[in-house]
């Protein structure tokens, strides 16, 4: 089977190759050279990039003002299953002149849900088999699959936190055929964000059932998955709020207690993405290191917020201080668990081209890459580690390092702060770290 469908939809753009950074043509990686080794590891391997199929097939730029701007060549035509075939085709065309080995979907975004559950799973199952010659001729892989339970109106008082135990069934016939579609695919993870899963109003919610029946939604999948063979892992996708005043998947450290309250932890990871991390009021480094903490950094969903806006508004991932500071995160703790760097972005409404798809996949690819390649010199090369161990020197040796085996008691605390003055006053030096990273940018 060809890699470009019977129609080539982005005409006139090749392969995108790494020209460095003097490079002007703006269709090629500056940073981003899939086979350099950093750190141990090619780049392609460290991020297995993914291409999101909602925002880059489906997302024509729609907003609460007004309709799409975007006129996708793709999936036009009135048969649901040939537009399927046609968004198929674009997609692949997409991904493999990217040059990335991954893509990421929800079940309705590879065609549009029918007016019944077992037509819809007919569509799905076609659709399917579609990918897979696809995903054969290229070599292109599943990073992860999802059910989209949020956007149809049944699951507008949730999917499995639904107040009506037939919407929840509903849910669950979705997910079992959203993770056949995944095992079919070789997918090699499955992603749970709970879209409606939150409340708007207290009053008329029962947190507690709620919350529980997720959780028994979410071990049948796992149970479901393992026994038809699935060996990925299941990620929690975090967001704070939108669409719910309150989601319940807040932040990592939220999402974290859950899975362990449901006994999910083995089977479990997360999967952070910056926007969302922003929103729930910390960075993105901040929820990858707590998801680190856990052994749970599962994988990433690349984007960014706006500094002035209070909602997930995905850009492409630009910031390159920020996904600097995230790498050292990542390298530090040994890369993402199965995962992967997913391009959850949109380009803006107004960047209507074809081409500005791929201007803006290569540029979140070389922010990526730029941030890799600084994080690893700052840790390698610079005075970074040493000062960050430094500032805890006191616990490597003597009556610190006691403390950290559990060998004292509180009244040797009490006797060793007795016999000592009033500790000595150490700067943070959070300036001087700072500057290092400015340094090696
Ligand atoms: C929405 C989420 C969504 C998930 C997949 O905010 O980021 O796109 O990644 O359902
Ligand atoms: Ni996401
Ligand atoms: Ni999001």
């Known amino acids: 089977m060809a890699l470009i469908g019977e129609k080539e939809y982005f005409q006139g753009i090749n392969e995108i190759k790494y020209e460095g950074r003097d490079s002007d043509n703006p269709l090629a990686f500056k940073f981003y050279n899939p086979e350099q080794v950093v750190a141990g590891k090619t780049m392609r391997d460290h991020f297995k990039f993914a291409m999101a199929y909602w925002h880059t097939l489906c997302g024509t730029g729609g907003d609460p003002f007004g309709p799409g701007t975007k006129d996708f060549p793709w999936s036009k035509a009135a048969d649901p299953m040939v537009a399927a075939r046609e968004k198929a085709d674009a997609a692949f065309e997409f991904i493999t002149k990217m040059g990335f080995d991954y893509f990421c979907f929800h079940d309705h975004d590879l065609v549009d849900e029918a007016t019944s559950l077992v037509d819809s799973e007919k569509r799905v199952i076609k659709t399917v088999e579609y990918l897979k010659e696809k995903m054969n001729a290229s070599g292109v892989k599943l990073l992860w699959g999802t059910a989209n339970l949020f956007s149809h109106p049944r699951y507008m008082n949730g999917a499995g936190s639904n107040p009506n135990f037939d919407v929840v069934a509903r849910a669950g016939a979705q997910l079992k055929i959203a993770l056949d579609a995944t095992m079919e695919l070789n997918g090699e993870n499955y992603v749970f964000w709970g879209g409606r899963e939150g409340y708007m109003s207290l009053l008329n ?141 949109k380009t803006r409404r107004n960047s209507t081209d074809l081409e500005d798809l791929f201007i803006a996949h290569i540029g979140g690819a070389d922010t990526f890459a730029r941030g890799l390649l600084v994080a690893d010199a700052v840790i390698n090369t610079s005075n970074y580690e040493h000062l960050l161990n430094n500032r805890y020197a006191s616990f490597t040796k003597g009556k610190g390092l006691e403390f950290t085996k559990e060998k004292i008691s509180l009244s040797d605390l009490y006797a060793h702060a007795k016999s000592s003055n009033e500790p000595e006053q150490i700067s943070g030096k959070q300036e001087l770290f700072e500057n290092i990273l400015n340094q090696y940018l």
């Open 205 to 345: 919610t029962h947190m507690k059932l709620e919350q529980d029946n997720i959780g028994r939604l979410m071990r049948m999948a796992r149970n479901y998955a393992q026994g038809n063979g699935f060996k990925g892992t299941f990620f929690i996708e975090p967001k704070p709020m939108e669409p719910m005043k309150h989601q319940y998947d807040f932040d990592a450290a939220t999402s974290i207690n859950f899975i362990r309250e449901q006994g999910l932890d083995k089977d479990f990871k997360l999967n952070i993405e910056v926007n969302h991390a922003t929103l729930a009021q910390h960075t993105f480094q901040h929820e990858l290191q707590v998801a680190a903490n856990a052994g749970m950094l599962g994988s990433v969903d690349a984007n960014r917020g706006d500094y002035q806006n209070g909602w997930d508004t995905d850009q492409f991932p630009n910031n390159v201080l920020e996904i600097t500071e995230a790498m050292l995160v990542f390298l530090k703790a040994g890369g993402l668990q199965g995962g992967g760097i997913n391009f959850d972005a």
